[in-house]
Nanobody, 125 residues
């Protein structure tokens, strides 16, 4: 299973981006997907997740109300709409997939088996 994160960039405070995680190489179907981020000098932290069905989502308190995760099953992708960006949102954003048998959200790094390469989000004026 391969994951490709895209959509990052440089944006001013208050701006928006749409991050996308494309999943390929799977013969099992869709997976529960999580988004994480890692700022310079900090540990990777969980941001959001969506269950395999798409019926369950969850968000870190720091992004709740500003970020929205959704599935695009037609394209085998998961999107993360990030709005009202703040300087503290600056980080490399990674998407990850759980093993297929785990259909629910995972909140920890080791809940996830497959990782993408990350996309840089920089919030600066």
């Amino acid at each position: 299973v391969q994951l490709q994160a895209s959509g990052g960039g440089l944006v001013q405070p208050g701006g928006s981006l749409r991050l996308s995680c494309a999943v390929s190489g799977s013969t099992s179907g869709v997976y529960a997907i999580g988004w994480f981020r890692q700022a310079p000098g900090k540990e990777r932290e969980w941001v959001s997740c969506i269950s395999r069905s798409g019926g369950s989502t969850d968000y870190a308190d720091s992004v709740k109300g500003r970020f929205t995760i959704s599935r695009d099953n037609a394209n085998n992708a998961v999107n993360l709409q990030v709005n009202s960006l703040k300087s503290e949102d600056t980080a490399v954003y990674y998407c990850a997939a759980r093993l297929f048998r785990y259909g629910g959200c995972g909140l920890a790094l080791n809940d996830y088996k497959y990782w993408g390469q990350g996309t840089q989000v920089t919030v600066s004026s």
